[in-house]
């Protein structure tokens, strides 16, 4: 069956999702192409703060990795802005010149930020907040500068603030309003949330109208209209979203406020549909997550020629984590003519209910602190139902003023289909079923099966109260949280029961062990493909759909979507005829940019992947595995060979010891490096294993890093012959392979298990003599990635890209 293509322009959170519905709904329905103005897989823009915050990595926020595209069949368009849309032709460009058909065209644009249009505004140090280079800008400035301010005390500017506080800027808050979030709270509500984030370190300035930016170059100061100044290194301009219609409007589709749609998602121009923050259904656009996922669900269904009622609105609601403060807001909370309300407030506790009721509907209602009633509020809001002689039940109080209800209870009392996660749209019953037939028995394993509570961790005590209710006894025990979402088994009990059952396969491990999800995840699959190929080495066949793009294609895939090549240069010592090669490759093969790393390596960055094996067949040199975990490099300085203060042959060393391990799968990466002498100029005391030579021996060191986390290592032994270096290195190796967790550097699995157990293990000359044959007995079974793929035709295909959108037809 002859495919149709589907291109979507826009790489968010609405399209992804509507294509994640999509694949599951018809997965061989469609050729699809995604271009994304970003240079970045899809990512969870609502962790952007947690990031700034310290609540998360950078690595944290993809949703799906590049890999997930691959492994779809999906041609992403990375860093790519489509400018143009011939509807006539039904093709879309690129600014940078790709170009492709369709036949369904999903626009998902999202919005800009709102940009003051204030003089000054284009000087360095203006920004919004809404990607992820708005938070580099704003880490980068943190270490420079120490002046923030934040325009707009909206939830996103909020969160801003609280980031920037985070990194040890001085922050100021300007809003024009009287009180915070006057959208989503009331003024007692905004008060205390003031009174929080006062006492977190923040500054606030309200009803202010910001007029002028003033600076040189870059900005130094806010003017405001009273003329009064705030000064500023920073600016942050977080005062609303507008959503991006220019492309459609250009290819002529109706345009309001947003991309105008029916209830089907369609625009006016058939086979061109929007979703997301872009689109305006029934003169409503909206910026929450939920309703982004209703529409991308209703489309996904429309395309998968599927039931579906359509798109009906969306009641919309906030429960959101404010800079470390609950809150929940819904419906009309402002007190209007007709509309009776019922408050309680805890200035103890810090927390403050506030219902709405008009005849005898609740129409809205504000919670702090406490928002564990928020689904259920939000539900009889959607449903209209009569809360008449049950106001006070609804602020968690009985009927009789007895107190208030308990988590459990009201968890209980909760209906199966209310949200539990609205950023995520998940229902109580899909989290009730997680529990009851997936065994999920944890926060972890839930969030991991459901997705609720992977975003802003608002929902996150509901989360955990109906795992309570559901799993009894047997919920979150912390001495069985697993490796993963996926089982509650640990690394221990799986290699335990892998080396007794003779497990052979990732898929076997998980069936016979039990895996909640039979798939598993990108954290559990790469794991257990490394213990089983830690355990039988002669064996076990290494599963390469079970590791991340960067090992799966021997080379770092680098944000834009190309990759680099690092060939292995041994101690990094090369020669003029090898540089010579090198250059001629990078030449002809256009490589932007070639760089000298840091563990003396030279990176050939900006590689099409097409390209590699070509590459690599031209360079005849071995993998330098800079992608992978393994052995990545052995730094070396000059030695005995040339420095006048040099003890031992210190560049000798290194490319043995280079020589004599590389391309050792460990748990996670390792670099070794040899210093000449005491004075240690190859950083041989923050390496994983480092060599320090002395007058008649070597010290070995162990358990350092020189990366996010520095960390000095710890004095293993001392040593008088080079034999006896390569012996403790190679021991040493093996005995890290065979008991760290995957993905667990040195330095981290020696604070865990103490320099002593280490020492004491190795020190027995017997076991380090085992150890070793081990080690050998591993590296026997490996050859040159590299080599391997030149050599195979049928592993080069996996290079080719995929076939062009033009010729999907033929």
């Given amino acids: 069956?002859?495919?149709?293509?589907?291109?979507?322009?826009?790489?968010?959170?609405?399209?992804?999702?509507?294509?994640?519905?999509?694949?599951?709904?018809?997965?061989?329905?469609?050729?699809?192409?995604?271009?994304?103005?970003?240079?970045?897989?899809?990512?969870?823009?609502?962790?952007?703060?947690?990031?700034?915050?310290?609540?998360?990595?950078?690595?944290?926020?993809?949703?799906?990795?590049?890999?997930?595209?691959?492994?779809?069949?999906?041609?992403?368009?990375?860093?790519?802005?489509?400018?143009?849309?011939?509807?006539?032709?039904?093709?879309?460009?690129?600014?940078?010149?790709?170009?492709?058909?369709?036949?369904?065209?999903?626009?998902?644009?999202?919005?800009?930020?709102?940009?003051?249009?204030?003089?000054?505004?284009?000087?360095?140090?203006?920004?919004?907040?809404r990607d992820i280079q708005d938070c580099e800008t704003m880490l980068e400035a943190s270490r420079k500068y120490k002046k923030a301010a934040v325009i707009g005390g909206g939830l996103l500017g909020l969160e801003a603030a609280r980031g920037l506080l985070h990194l040890g800027m001085d922050v100021t808050v300007v809003h024009i309003h009287p009180y915070l979030m006057e959208r989503q709270l009331d003024e007692t509500a905004s008060k205390m949330l003031q009174k929080e984030l006062e006492a977190q370190g923040m500054q606030f300035l309200f009803r202010k109208h910001s007029e002028e930016i003033a600076g040189r170059k870059r900005a130094r100061e806010l003017v405001f209209s009273d003329r009064t100044r705030l000064e500023a290194d920073l600016i942050v301009m977080a005062v609303g979203i507008k959503p991006n219609v220019k492309l459609?409007?250009?290819?002529?589709?109706?345009?309001?406020?947003?991309?105008?749609?029916?209830?089907?998602?369609?625009?006016?121009?058939?086979?061109?549909?929007?979703?997301?923050?872009?689109?305006?259904?029934?003169?409503?656009?909206?910026?929450?997550?939920?309703?982004?996922?209703?529409?991308?669900?209703?489309?996904?269904?429309?395309?998968?020629?599927?039931?579906?009622?359509?798109?009906?609105?969306?009641v919309t609601s906030t429960k959101l984590k404010v800079s470390g403060v609950n809150v929940f807001s819904a419906g009309h909370f402002a007190e209007t003519e007709g509309a009776r309300s019922l408050r309680y407030q805890d200035e103890v506790d810090q927390v403050y209910k506030k219902i709405v009721i008009s005849g005898e509907r609740l129409i809205g209602a504000v919670l702090f602190g406490d928002t564990a009633d928020g689904s259920k509020l939000f539900s009889l809001m959607k449903k209209g139902e009569s809360v008449k002689g049950r106001e006070k039940e609804l602020l968690g109080f009985s009927a009789q003023g007895s107190g208030a209800e308990t988590m459990e209870q009201r968890l209980a009392a909760m209906a199966d289909d209310e949200i539990i996660c609205g950023c995520n749209g998940v229902t109580k019953e899909s989290i009730k079923d997680a529990v009851l037939t997936k065994n999920c028995?944890?926060?972890?394993?839930?969030?991991?099966?459901?997705?609720?509570?992977?975003?802003?961790?608002?929902?996150?005590?509901?989360?955990?109260?109906?795992?309570?209710?559901?799993?009894?006894?047997?919920?979150?025990?912390?001495?069985?949280?697993?490796?993963?979402?996926?089982?509650?088994?640990?690394?221990?009990?799986?290699?335990?029961?892998?080396?007794?059952?003779k497990l052979q396969s990732v898929q076997e491990t998980m069936h016979v062990l039990g895996w909640n999800n039979p798939e598993g995840c990108s954290k559990c699959r790469p794991s257990l493909n490394y213990y089983l190929g830690m355990l039988f080495p002669e064996s076990y066949a290494d599963e390469k759909e079970s590791r991340f793009t960067n090992e799966r294609y021997h080379a770092n895939i680098q944000k834009d979507g190309t990759y680099s090549v690092v060939p292995r240069i041994y101690g990094g010592v090369t020669s003029p005829s090898e540089l010579k090669k090198?250059?001629?490759?990078?030449?002809?093969?256009?490589?932007?940019?070639?760089?000298?790393?840091?563990?003396?390596?030279?990176?050939?960055?900006?590689?099409?992947?097409?390209?590699?094996?070509?590459?690599?067949?031209?360079?005849?040199?071995?993998?330098?595995?800079?992608?992978?975990?393994?052995?990545?490099?052995?730094?070396?300085?000059?030695?005995?060979?040339?420095?006048?203060?040099?003890?031992?042959?210190?560049?000798?060393m290194g490319i043995r010891l280079e020589k004599e391990f590389e391309r050792l799968n460990t748990p996670?990466?390792?670099?070794?490096?040899?210093?000449?002498?005491?004075?240690?100029?190859?950083?041989?005391?923050?390496?994983?294993?480092?060599?320090?030579?002395?007058?008649?021996?070597?010290?070995?060191?162990?358990?350092?890093?020189?990366?996010?986390?520095?960390?000095?290592?710890e004095l293993l032994c001392v040593v008088k012959t080079e034999d006896e270096v390569v012996e403790w290195a190679g021991a040493f190796l093996q005995y890290y392979r065979e008991n760290a967790q995957w993905n667990e550097r040195t330095s981290v699995w020696i604070e865990r298990v103490g320099l002593e157990s280490v020492k004491k293990a190795l020190e027995d000359k017997e076991e380090r003599i085992a150890l070793f044959a081990r080690v050998k007995q591993a590296l026997s079974r490996l050859n040159d990635p590299w080599k391997e793929i030149v050599a195979d035709g049928a592993l080069r295909k996996n290079f080719e890209p995929l076939p062009e959108a033009a010729s999907a037809r033929n």
């Fill in 1 to 129: 069956m002859d495919r149709k293509k589907l291109v979507l322009v826009g790489n968010g959170m609405a399209g992804i999702r509507t294509i994640e519905h999509l694949l599951k709904l018809a997965p061989e329905a469609y050729e699809m192409t995604i271009f994304g103005s970003e240079p970045h897989p899809n990512y969870n823009r609502i962790m952007l703060s947690s990031v700034l915050a310290g609540g998360a990595d950078m690595s944290e926020v993809i949703l799906n990795d590049w890999s997930w595209y691959e492994e779809h069949r999906i041609r992403l368009h990375a860093g790519h802005t489509v400018t143009r849309i011939d509807p006539l032709a039904r093709k879309v460009y690129s600014d940078k010149g790709a170009a492709a058909d369709y036949d369904v065209l999903i626009l998902a644009t999202g919005s800009d930020p709102f940009m003051l249009p204030l003089p000054g505004a284009d000087k360095e140090g203006v920004i919004g907040f």
């Fill in 441 to 501: 028995t944890t926060v972890a394993s839930v969030k991991a099966c459901t997705k609720a509570s992977g975003s802003c961790g608002g929902c996150k005590p509901l989360v955990q109260g109906l795992v309570h209710l559901y799993a009894g006894d047997a919920a979150g025990e912390p001495a069985k949280e697993g490796i993963c979402g996926c089982t509650t088994l640990t690394r221990d009990e799986i290699v335990a029961e892998m080396s007794r059952m």
């Fill in 582 to 652: 090198i250059a001629e490759v990078a030449e002809k093969y256009d490589v932007p940019m070639v760089k000298i790393t840091g563990g003396q390596r030279i990176d050939l960055l900006g590689v099409k992947k097409e390209d590699l094996p070509n590459m690599w067949a031209e360079l005849d040199m071995p993998s330098g595995y800079a992608y992978g975990k393994a052995l990545r490099t052995v730094k070396t300085c000059v030695g005995s060979t040339f420095c006048r203060f040099g003890t031992q042959d210190s560049i000798g």
């Fill in 248 to 314: 459609a409007r250009q290819a002529g589709i109706a345009v309001n406020r947003g991309i105008v749609v029916n209830d089907l998602m369609q625009t006016n121009i058939p086979g061109i549909y929007a979703v997301g923050e872009c689109a305006e259904h029934r003169g409503i656009t909206y910026g929450l997550v939920a309703p982004l996922y209703e529409q991308g669900a209703v489309l996904a269904k429309h395309l998968a020629s599927a039931e579906t009622e359509g798109y009906a609105g969306s």
């Fill in 668 to 713: 996670a990466k390792v670099k070794l490096a040899v210093s000449g002498c005491p004075r240690n100029c190859a950083e041989a005391t923050i390496k994983d294993f480092g060599v320090v030579a002395i007058d008649g021996g070597w010290e070995l060191h162990v358990g350092g890093n020189g990366g996010v986390h520095v960390r000095a290592t």
